[in-house]
């Protein structure tokens, strides 16, 4: 093994357990602070809704974050009118922002860098990185979700073609890794500049 990937290795490990075995035991609280996020982008992605209630939930050995949004008036989805009023609930496991924690502290903590400094602009840009992740996956898959819910019942036709359904699916298969690893990278470029003009 060459030196540098040796390096690399000796770091991640490390970083690797810590994280899996704080995420394990700090999974609901983590969870509940990020709700606030969640609701506010349950609202964005989803403006026909009004967001009654988020929170999270214990479902036999599965902890998961649950939503209970309303139609905000009558509107035309996929060619059907949705009626004003109606409830539906949608959720995702709590542990996918586990996912968020461990890998993007790896690989920051795993990438070399330059100075000290760098690595304690890392941590400092880890929190608001941590906060996109939380505002663009869970609540994306949870409206992904809630939509393909609604087209099986009345456009089962348009679920290969919604948008917000097609960008569950990629999360889920393998997308959530890749968008946090381009969270690890924008957040390594940004902090190697600023130590470069500072």
């Not at 991640?12 to 996020?37: E, I, R």
């Not at 809704?49 to 008036?73: C, H, K």
């Not at 602009?121 to 809630?146: E, H, K, N, Q, Y």
């Not at 959530?176 to 381009?182: D, E, P, S």
Request: glycine share 6%.
């Amino acid at each position: 093994m060459q030196p540098w990937r040796f390096s690399i290795f000796l770091r991640a490990l490390p970083t690797l357990l810590a994280s899996l075995g704080l995420a394990g035991f700090f999974l609901t609280k983590y969870a509940t602070w990020m709700l606030p996020v969640v609701r506010h982008a349950l609202g964005w992605w989803s403006p026909q809704f009004d967001v009654l209630d988020v929170q999270v939930l214990s479902r036999g050995v599965d902890t998961v974050i649950e939503a209970a949004l309303m139609t905000r008036e009558h509107f035309v989805f996929y060619g059907h009118v949705i009626p004003s009023g109606g409830i539906i609930t949608t959720s995702t496991l709590a542990g996918h922002m586990l996912v968020h924690v461990v890998l993007l502290t790896v690989f920051l903590a795993a990438w070399p860098a330059r100075l000290r400094l760098e690595w304690v602009l890392r941590l400092a840009a880890a929190i608001p990185a941590l906060f996109m992740l939380a505002w663009i996956d869970v609540p994306l898959i949870m409206t992904g979700s809630m939509h393909a819910l609604i087209l099986e019942n009345v456009a089962p036709t348009s679920l290969s073609t919604a948008r917000l359904v097609l960008a569950m699916e990629f999360l889920e298969n393998g997308g959530r890794y890749v968008l946090i690893l381009l969270t690890g990278c924008l957040v390594v470029f940004l902090c190697r500049k600023a130590v470069r003009q500072s």
